[in-house]
């Protein structure tokens, strides 16, 4: 079947437009709405018995994974470990019974992280993955399947499979804090009932896309962009540089906010943009603090954030960016888009090949 870009100047914004609707076709097959569950595909094993997960991908699927991470441990009070596959699959990791290890991966055939499931095989865990093509390698190899519905992506970077991969860790989230007891019914109700506003809540970030578009201009000459973010927003500002890098070639990092005084602010000058992703909520304080440290050294801030954060924190900053508030479990699903689609019109602004950079490719089948 021939996909088309049909109004849109390139895949990749087109495939940015999609999430609302991929990522609610994909939640379809996780949340049941009228029992208040969010399940699973048959599991021929107690999710209950998992005694540590180990997340293994490369890329943007990684920074999924990162994410999961938070959440495995702060809902499901599970141990995760995550690991890029090219370093998992030679240090030999130890890997004791009672281990899930996770995959995860849009293509389902990247290299290393089908050999890094292979080798999780042979150390007898149960192979879980999240991959959005279900004739893949990954596919065919797993214990539990746990499909994205993402629809067949042709820009190179990825966009619409990382949101679907975060509904569906989402899911998994709440299906293992479930079965660790870490859940109430009436919690879980609640997660249902964010998850099933999460593609609206996609369509409000997508509302700001004019907003981002005027603001390319302002990142589009600098050298060094510098991206920061606390907890699950950690791995977002890590997704966020990647997106730039991979598109626009400009060189970006993403930081953790509070590890930025170990390094990375000796960067700091006016020429260096920082783009702070800072929800309202217990971190956001903490986040600020690290904002006005680049600011009191002449940085350039654009923070995202919901209402109430621009209300508390801009005073001072280069540009904002709003996003809807919502659940913790959402969240990272909704910073994905300005994210994106700030590297989007930076790109556009730089004139790059938006949906086929440089040097890299769609899918890594070599090592
Ligand atoms: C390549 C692509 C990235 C992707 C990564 C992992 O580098 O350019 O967009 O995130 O591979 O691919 P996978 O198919 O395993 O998710």
Not at 346 to 367: M, W
Request: charged share 20%.
């Amino acid at each position: 079947q021939s996909i088309e870009k049909g109004n849109y100047r390139h895949f990749m914004l087109k495939e940015i437009y999609e999430q609302p609707v991929v990522v609610a076709q994909t939640l379809q097959s996780y949340v049941r709405p009228l029992e208040g569950k969010v399940a699973l595909p048959d599991i021929e094993f107690d999710l209950s018995e998992i005694r540590r997960v180990t997340i293994v991908a490369c890329g943007t699927s990684y920074y999924a994974g990162m994410v999961a991470k938070y959440w495995f441990e702060q809902f499901a009070r599970v141990p995760v470990d995550l690991d890029v596959a090219s370093e998992f699959r030679y240090r030999q990791p130890v890997m004791e019974e009672g281990g899930l290890a996770l995959f995860i991966s849009q293509s389902g055939e990247t290299a290393d992280t089908l050999a890094a499931l292979r080798y999780a095989r042979e150390a007898g865990q149960i192979i879980g993955a999240v991959v959005n093509v279900p004739t893949s390698s990954m596919a065919r190899e797993a214990d539990l399947l746990l499909p994205t519905h993402a629809g067949p992506e042709i820009g190179v970077a990825s966009t619409k499979a990382f949101t679907c991969q975060l509904a569906v860790l989402a899911a998994l989230a709440t299906n293992l804090a479930r079965a660790k007891g870490e859940l109430t019914a009436e919690e879980e109700q609640e997660i249902v009932e964010h998850l099933t506003e999460a593609p609206a809540a996609l369509n409000a970030a997508l509302s700001f896309d004019g907003e981002i578009e005027k603001m390319a201009p302002l990142i589009a000459p600098a050298r060094d962009v510098l991206y920061l973010g606390r907890g699950p927003d950690f791995p977002m500002a890590l997704e966020g540089a990647l997106k730039l890098k991979e598109i626009s070639y400009i060189h970006a990092e993403g930081y953790a906010a509070g590890e930025m005084k170990h390094g990375p602010i000796a960067l700091i000058d006016d020429l260096v943009p920082v783009i702070v992703l800072a929800p309202s909520g217990p971190l956001f304080e903490k986040t600020v603090s690290n904002m006005q440290e680049v600011q009191a050294r002449g940085g350039k801030i654009v923070l995202i954030s919901d209402r109430k954060g621009l209300d508390a924190a801009s005073h001072g900053v280069m540009a904002t960016i709003e996003v809807p508030a919502v659940h913790p479990l959402i969240a990272p699903m909704v910073y994905a888009v300005p994210v994106q689609l700030l590297a989007y019109h930076v790109a556009v602004t730089k004139g790059t090949d938006v949906d086929q950079p440089r040097n890299l490719a769609k899918s890594v089948t070599v090592e």
